[in-house]
């Protein structure tokens, strides 16, 4: 149900878009998020956007990510300035996330 994609290689200091699409409404009037697994690290919460589109950011992202939503179950993730430490597989998801629309997610590689 839920399909993200944009992903890539790119060198240190480069920009990726990611998108992800959803179908059945899920997203509909729901919280959105994307969310990040890296190399042997647990999967942690990158940024988050209301239906209203109030946005939050973890620590590491904040003004270099950028969370933003259409009007359909469209969520993007405009990533700039990237670093070798943002390495690693994207997911889209409710905020909360369930567990049942978890995705195949997204590749991002950043090289150094």
């Known amino acids: 149900q839920v399909v993200e994609s944009g992903g890539g290689l790119v060198q240190a200091g480069g920009s990726l878009r990611l998108s992800c699409s959803a179908s059945?409404?899920?997203?509909?009037?729901?919280?959105l998020a994307w969310y990040r697994q890296g190399p042997g690290k647990q999967r942690e919460l990158v940024a988050s956007?209301?239906?209203?589109?109030?946005t939050n950011y973890g620590d590491s992202v904040k003004g270099r990510f950028t969370i933003s939503r259409d009007n359909a179950n469209t969520l993007t993730l405009q990533m700039n300035s990237l670093k070798a430490e943002d390495t690693a597989v994207y997911y889209c998801?409710?905020?909360?996330?369930?567990?049942?629309?978890w995705g195949q997610g997204t590749q991002v590689t950043v090289s150094s």
């Open positions: 998801n409710l905020y909360p996330p369930n567990r049942s629309l």
């Open positions: 956007i209301t239906r209203g589109g109030l």
């Open positions: 059945k409404n899920v997203f509909h009037g729901m919280t």
